[in-house]
């Protein structure tokens, strides 16, 4: 049995429930036997047990099932277990051969009744359940989001003031070097791009070149060749073309080339 929405008994369960437990019980006796077997405490019915020792006609079936199930509504937090329990039994029941014969097909019509009622709660619960469930599921997604975008801002504001360190007059190649193949890695892997080759330096001083790094990054399934010089003068046709005569050895590849110290005309032009 699925729990209901509400932990007592509404007016309309409430009747139905009075009405029914009498005729599933053939006698009081059990009657109080059926509340006993769910679990009521003996102290919520043991004077109307008393009563049915000294004259049995002194109280009738559906008055027992009111009493009880009165006393065990009018605390809704202290018999929670004893109300779930009731509901299940009743439910449950299909033992109608043992109620009288006059009595089993009411019975039956009562019983079906419950069943439609708690389902119909049951459906209402689960439904409330699903929707607290999508709108916690939404929050998370979006308060992760939002987590994500401080998250990715604070690391793009920390890779920009490494970079602009770098142009510091004072470092010497090998630390901006250093420090500048960092910033690469780091400022890729924070928009998403795949790095398939991780950037590293390469210096030549016979060139005249400061720094260089190399990387290969994927963008959309398309290879790059990533190149980038720190070079005290602009970046000329030569280097440019150097960089191409990687890209054509490498198969279906393109080329990304990114100077600091800016492009020559003869640079632009190639």
Not at 170 to 194: A, H
Not at 235 to 261: C, E, K, N, V
């Amino acid at each position: 049995m699925q729990q209901v929405d509400s932990f007592h008994y509404p007016p309309e369960l409430f009747e139905l429930l009075v009405s029914t437990i009498p005729l599933l019980n053939k006698s009081k006796k059990s009657v109080l036997l059926f509340f006993r077997g769910a679990g009521v405490a003996e102290n919520l019915y043991k004077d109307l047990s008393d009563k049915l020792d000294v004259n049995k006609d002194s109280v009738h079936k559906y008055e027992i099932s009111r009493i009880i199930l009165t006393r065990i509504n009018e605390k809704k937090d202290v018999y929670i277990r004893e109300r779930r329990e009731l509901l299940k039994r009743v439910v449950e029941f299909e033992s109608f051969t043992n109620c009288w014969e006059s009595d089993q097909l009411k019975a039956k019509g009562l019983v079906a009744e419950i069943r439609t009622i708690i389902n119909v709660k049951d459906s209402f619960t689960r439904m409330n359940q699903e929707r607290e469930k999508e709108h916690l599921k939404h929050t998370t997604e979006y308060n992760n989001i939002i987590k994500e975008i401080q998250k990715r801002a604070e690391q793009l504001e920390e890779t920009k003031k490494n970079l602009y360190s770098l142009f510091n007059e004072n470092n010497n190649p090998q630390e901006r070097g250093k420090n500048l193949e960092n910033v690469l890695n780091t400022l890729f892997s924070i928009y998403g791009i795949l790095i398939r080759e991780a950037f590293t330096r390469k210096g030549d001083n016979g060139e005249g070149i400061i720094e260089q790094i190399d990387g290969v990054i994927e963008i959309d399934n398309q290879i790059y060749l990533v190149e980038m010089k720190w070079k005290k003068d602009k970046i000329g046709s030569d280097d440019i073309f150097a960089h191409l005569g990687r890209i054509y050895h490498r198969t279906s590849a393109q080329g990304i080339f990114i100077s600091a110290s800016g492009y020559a005309p003869s640079g632009i032009k190639s």
